[in-house]
């Protein structure tokens, strides 16, 4: 079956760039989404790519899809101490019909040291 | 513009006691609507979806039910709790559509602690 995976943890240095990584296995996927969950509360959209694109730049995230290997990354520039949250990587595929159910990653726990 | 509510956002049960969560869409026609529970923070659970008013489908076997009783209505319910039942549940709404954007968007989550 369709599956997401996420290394569970990063830490990096208030100014620095994050880069958070994702792979996937269905092939059939056609929209691939990062969400932001900050401590109790829910997920929020942060942005997401079409799956024939390469590249999307949204001020300082960066979206970067790699097809061939289904690998999504998400990069943020100038991380901020209020970048600290848990990111979620999901995919849609054609095959969920008209449901829109998503398969989400287990998440990304950013901690971003001052 | 779209927005999606949840309540209560906090919840102390006992064990045994019934549960009624509620979350409403308004803004929108029609959408899915999704029940997820969220273990320590962790990743997330399908519970339920809905397609439409009274199309209810589980996606694992468990102690809670879902019903859709108004097109923009989801609700989750047990008639026992159990200890195991603790966790962080999130309602989410999406726009229906086959082939298309179709990101779902969360409501803000119910605490769930059973003693």
């Known amino acids: 079956g369709e599956d997401v995976e996420q290394s569970l943890f990063l830490s990096v240095r208030e100014g620095d760039s994050s880069v958070i990584n994702c792979t996937y296995t269905d092939s059939s996927s056609t929209y691939l989404y990062w969400y932001k969950q900050e401590p109790g509360a829910g997920l929020q959209l942060l942005t997401y790519?079409?799956?024939?694109?390469d590249m999307k730049q949204d001020q300082r995230l960066t979206v970067l899809l790699n097809k061939k290997d289904k690998h999504l990354s998400l990069r943020i520039a100038d991380t901020q101490t209020g970048d600290s949250a848990i990111y979620f990587c999901a995919e849609s595929s054609v095959d969920s019909g008209n449901t829109g159910k998503l398969i989400f990653g287990q998440g990304t726990t950013l901690q971003v040291k001052p | 513009s779209q927005t999606i509510h949840q309540w209560p956002a906090t919840l102390v049960q006992p064990v045994g006691s019934p549960l009624s969560l509620e979350c409403t869409v308004e803004?929108?026609?029609?959408?899915?609507l999704y029940w997820y529970r969220q273990a320590a923070g962790r990743g997330l659970q399908l519970l339920f979806y809905?397609?439409?008013?009274?199309?209810i489908s589980s996606e694992v076997p468990q102690n809670l039910s879902a019903s859709r009783p108004q097109d923009r209505q989801f609700i989750l319910s047990s008639k026992k709790l159990l200890l195991s039942d603790s966790g962080f549940y999130l309602c989410?709404?999406?726009?229906?559509?086959?082939?298309?954007?179709?990101?779902?968007?969360f409501g803000d989550g119910t605490r769930l602690s059973i003693l």
């Open positions: 989410a709404w999406s726009v229906q559509g086959v082939g298309s954007n179709q990101p779902q968007h």
């Open positions: 803004g929108t026609s029609n959408p899915n």
């Open positions: 790519i079409f799956s024939n694109m």
């Open positions: 809905s397609v439409g008013i009274g199309q």
